[in-house]
């Protein structure tokens, strides 16, 4: 490292306006040199935030076996409900980046009916129910109908 006299020497022969040449001649330095310590500028490094908590394996298998269960309940899955769930030591950012790391990916969830088999089953016994007793289908309501229009392009 040169010193900060010699850096400032070289910025005022420049400002004076001498050639990188003569400068070097004068400072018995290369051209390159020169230019270098003309055109220094310290760098501003940023503090780290901070040592990155690691995940221990103890903490891995707790939290792939909290995915692997919501998913099978089908439940949404978010790193803020797994740092508190399986009680991470990690922030919110921090449980991305492991999550990425560690292969999972981010999707949208289809938009489906999120029933359990009990459920499931007492829908499909009622319906039963219903098919057995001959309801008149003229008064019943459907409250969940789609809407469509028929004046599409296509006429359809």
Not at 39 to 46: A, M, S, T
Request: proline residues 3%; charged residues 35%.
């Amino acid at each position: 490292m040169y010193s900060d006299e010699l850096k400032r020497l070289a910025k005022y022969q420049r400002d004076s306006g001498k050639t990188l040449k003569e400068i070097s001649n004068n400072l018995n330095l290369s051209v390159s040199t020169v230019q270098c310590l003309i055109c220094y500028k310290p760098r501003n490094h940023k503090k780290k935030m901070g040592r990155r908590c690691k995940v221990t394996s103890k903490m891995s298998s707790r939290i792939k076996r909290f995915v692997a269960k919501s998913n099978a309940d089908y439940c949404k899955v978010t790193a803020r409900k797994i740092i508190s769930e399986c009680s991470v030591p990690l922030k919110k950012r921090g449980m991305n980046y492991w999550l990425a790391k560690s292969k999972y990916k981010y999707r949208k969830i289809p938009y489906e009916l999120c029933l359990n088999k009990k459920e499931k089953k007492n829908r499909v016994d009622k319906i039963s129910n219903w098919i057995e007793e001959n309801i008149n289908w003229d008064s019943v309501i459907f409250s969940d109908e789609k809407r469509f229009t028929l004046d599409g392009p296509d006429n359809w």
